[in-house]
């Protein structure tokens, strides 16, 4: 199987499928549905199969890429140079905010290098609030458990956190043959919305994703168990919860109640260190 497609040869480190199928394309540029003026920041153009579309449609656009000898054949794109700004960096440790011209302005989108989409999808959520929608080309999986609800067998820590921030909506379902080289799983194209506010009251973030990284970590555990570092199977029932159910089971609303008693535990404990000095 060729690894080259219009000259680049792939790289695997980058996880680098180049999108090629036109019919594909149109659906995916259709369903971003890029306008004039808009904050649209595309991660990882690659060849710019998305991104010769998408000009069309628009004045500018910022691409975020990290490999070198692609950032450079776009910035002297004989058509796409003027019209694009060329960020040569790693997605993952990128300031996306740093690119806000409005609260809630930017639309990002991107074919996602699958051996990095799922700790690039909890980077961009810690954005949410600046964004006003993404779209994004990924493993069928990862979308089936972003999309995932409590029961389901998909359902996880990216479950959960995703639809915390989040309306995940798949859009396209992308076979492999749409890529070159063509990887060895089915895609998807899904869109992310970001809630105007949080379907669930969490008083913590960071309680949240420990108390669901720790659930999840034993997922064929109860929680009775996978939680008891945490707080006592006496503490979660008197949240109304059944200790005896596992982690997927448990709604986001549920999660957010366990994540909201166990930062009210370590808040009293801290009250109660200081008052004891």
Do not use: W
């Given at each position: 199987m060729s690894q080259k497609h219009l000259g680049h040869t792939a790289r695997k480190r980058f996880g680098q499928n180049f999108l090629h199928d036109q019919y594909v394309i149109d659906q995916i540029v259709s369903a971003i549905n890029p306008k004039q003026g808009e904050n649209l920041v595309e991660i990882g153009p690659g060849l710019g199969a998305l991104t010769d579309l998408v000009a069309e449609e628009v004045d500018h656009l910022t691409v975020v890429e990290l490999d070198r000898d692609l950032a450079k054949r776009l910035r002297e794109h004989p058509l796409l140079g003027k019209k694009l700004t060329v960020i040569e960096e790693d997605a993952l440790k990128f300031d996306f905010a740093s690119l806000v011209k409005t609260d809630g302005d930017l639309r990002i989108f991107g074919n996602l290098p699958y051996n990095i989409s799922t700790p690039l999808m909890f980077h961009l959520f810690s954005f949410t609030k600046k964004v006003k929608d993404m779209h994004f080309m990924l493993q069928?999986?990862?979308?089936?458990?972003?999309?995932?609800?409590?029961?389901?067998?998909?359902?996880?820590?990216?479950?959960?956190?995703?639809?915390?921030?989040?309306?995940?909506?798949?859009?396209?379902?992308?076979?492999?043959?749409?890529?070159?080289?063509?990887?060895?799983?089915?895609?998807?194209?899904?869109?992310?919305?970001?809630?105007?506010?949080?379907?669930?009251?969490?008083?913590?973030?960071?309680?949240?994703?420990?108390?669901?990284?720790?659930?999840?970590?034993?997922?064929?555990?109860?929680i009775r168990n996978s939680l008891k570092e945490l707080m006592t199977h006496e503490e979660i029932e008197a949240l109304g919860i059944k200790p005896e159910l596992r982690a997927e089971a448990l709604s986001l609303q549920q999660f957010a109640l366990l994540a909201n008693y166990v930062e009210k535990k370590r808040i009293d404990a801290e009250i109660e260190g200081k008052n004891a000095k």
């Open positions: 069928n999986e990862v979308v089936k458990r972003l999309c995932a609800t409590h029961g389901d067998r998909l359902y996880g820590r990216l479950s959960v956190m995703a639809q915390y921030y989040c309306q995940p909506i798949p859009v396209v379902a992308v076979p492999p043959s749409a890529f070159k080289p063509a990887p060895k799983v089915d895609s998807a194209f899904v869109r992310l919305i970001p809630h105007a506010q949080p379907p669930a009251q969490v008083d913590n973030i960071d309680r949240l994703q420990q108390v669901v990284t720790v659930a999840f970590n034993q997922r064929r555990k109860t």
